[in-house]
């Protein structure tokens, strides 16, 4: 079964009255080119266990079934769901969760491979970094969304998002897909990349309190260190731990440095000191709903 192009595309929406959602960020793969290269860039075997999130017209799965013995397609659209089941009647071993990849079930899978819906390709790419054993994932977003997963520190691009994502994984930029490749025509062009879990390197000695330290003071991406943790603790009513803290980390880590500078061994260092502190009791403790 071959991908589809966009007379068939249009042909299928018409079929089964389906209008695109801007809302959900609906808008399928034309190009059979860049459907191959995704396809070809998760090396796939046999005996891979493989997931799709946002199954849509079935562009991607319909290579994907071909390639692997299991495939599991999350589409919470019921008519794209429809769309899959009729599409898909030659490939048992294809099974379909109607649903929402923020809150199904997720199985037990080694590589992902997938389109992800502009709307959710944040909060779906941490769920899969948090609770999935995957391998590899091949990944389409946004691409100004992409630049900023892989930005360096001392970019424009580098940020809190940038931080969240390469403490717990890493990525390579495979290449990038144009407006044009899909229908409707978005307005933006994408990147697919390469993910997988980090495994090297240090890592905090708390997770929670590595993500709260880092979501507390990375809303002042342009500030030097100092000044945004002076924000920060008065904002958790902890102002009289600061020059605690700087004496702390003083030799370690340059307060004087902007934070789109700072690298993440120093955050990790930086969060591993305030761990202490919250233990000895000269911060509070994180409210769970925070972290």
């Known amino acids: 079964m071959r991908p589809l192009d966009e007379f068939e595309v249009r042909s299928l929406l018409k079929k089964h009255s389906i209008r695109p959602s801007k809302d959900r960020g609906q808008s399928f793969l034309i190009s059979q080119s ?15 266990r493989v997931l799709e999130i946002g199954g849509g017209l079935g562009i991607l799965t319909s290579l994907l079934a071909e390639k692997t ?14 769309v899959l089941a009729d599409r898909l009647k030659g490939f048992p071993h294809v099974r379909l969760i109607h649903g929402d990849a923020l809150r199904v079930d997720l199985p037990a899978i080694t590589k992902v491979i997938s389109n992800l819906p502009y709307s959710v390709a944040s909060a779906v790419t941490f769920r899969l970094l948090k609770e999935v054993d995957f391998e590899l994932a091949i990944l389409m977003y946004q691409k100004e969304f992409a630049q900023r997963l892989v930005a360096r520190p001392g970019t424009s691009e580098y940020s809190r998002l940038s931080i ?24 933006v062009d994408s990147s697919v990349l390469a993910v997988r879990k980090r495994k090297e390197g240090s890592f905090a000695r708390d997770h929670d309190i590595f993500f709260w330290v880092i979501h507390g003071i990375y809303s002042y991406p342009n500030k030097q260190l100092r000044n945004a943790l002076r924000i920060w603790l008065k904002r958790i009513g902890a102002s009289n731990s600061l020059d605690a803290l700087v004496e702390r980390t003083r030799g370690c880590i340059d307060m004087s440095s902007r934070l789109r500078s700072i690298h993440l061994p120093d955050l990790i260092l930086l969060s591993d000191v305030v761990l202490e502190m919250v233990r000895s009791g000269d911060l509070p403790s994180p409210r769970r709903d925070v972290i």
């Open 164 to 187: 969240d994502f390469q403490y717990l994984g890493v990525a390579e930029h495979l290449f990038d897909v144009g407006a044009r490749d899909f229908y409707p025509v978005p307005r």
């Open 34 to 48: 860049i459907a191959r290269n995704i396809v070809d860039a998760s090396n796939l075997e046999p005996d891979d």
């Open 69 to 82: 013995e299991s495939l599991y397609v999350i589409e919470i659209d019921s008519k794209l769901i429809r």
